[in-house]
């Protein structure tokens, strides 16, 4: 395997500077990096029960309780009763919370849009496909290393 290839290979340097960038996010919004990326999730697929969002993040019903408590207190999300059933429940984030999140993305889309300027759209094909399979390297890696 060439140098090149080898050190396109390793995430580690990437996801390290990723980690930093996400901690700063969450910190400028009160917030620990596990209540952000909560957030994060619920701003990406919606509403959903505490159950589920516990299994998205890979974490127990009651870690995931303290965080829902922690994140509404905050002001960043709510509960909703589900229809006619008053013990379902359902997550949601509240209104104006991803503009907060957006407003913070922004150093980090402007600094992107210059940098990949000069690539032609044959390279933003193959930088996107390489995002798209390291995202799935590294949730196979991750469920890898919870079911050991």
Same mark, same amino acid.
Request: charged share 30%; no cysteine.
């Given at each position: ?29 009160? #917030?620990?990096?596990?209540?952000? =990326?909560?957030?994060? /999730?619920?701003?990406? $697929?919606? &509403?959903? !029960?505490?159950?589920?969002? %516990? ?38 984030? #509240?209104?104006?919370?991803?503009? =907060?999140?957006?407003? /913070?993305?922004?150093? $980090?889309? &402007?600094? !992107?849009?210059?940098?990949? %300027? ?31």
């Amino acid at each position: 395997m060439s140098t090149l290839k080898r050190q396109s290979l390793d995430f580690r340097e990437f996801a390290f500077e990723l980690i930093r960038h996400q901690q700063a996010i969450a910190e400028k919004l009160g #917030l620990n990096l596990t209540d952000f =990326k909560a957030l994060g /999730l619920l701003h990406r $697929l919606g &509403d959903m !029960t505490p159950k589920r969002l %516990a299994e998205a993040m890979g974490m127990s019903a009651a870690a995931m309780t303290t965080i829902i408590d922690r994140l509404e207190k905050a002001r960043y999300i709510e509960r909703k009763r589900g229809g006619g059933d008053r013990r379902s429940v359902n997550v949601h984030a #509240l209104e104006g919370s991803e503009k =907060k999140v957006e407003r /913070l993305y922004k150093s $980090l889309r &402007d600094l !992107t849009e210059t940098a990949v %300027a000069s690539f032609s759209e044959r390279d933003l094909k193959v930088i996107a496909n390489y995002v798209s399979t390291a995202t799935k390297t590294f949730r196979e890696a991750t469920a890898k290393l919870q079911s050991s």
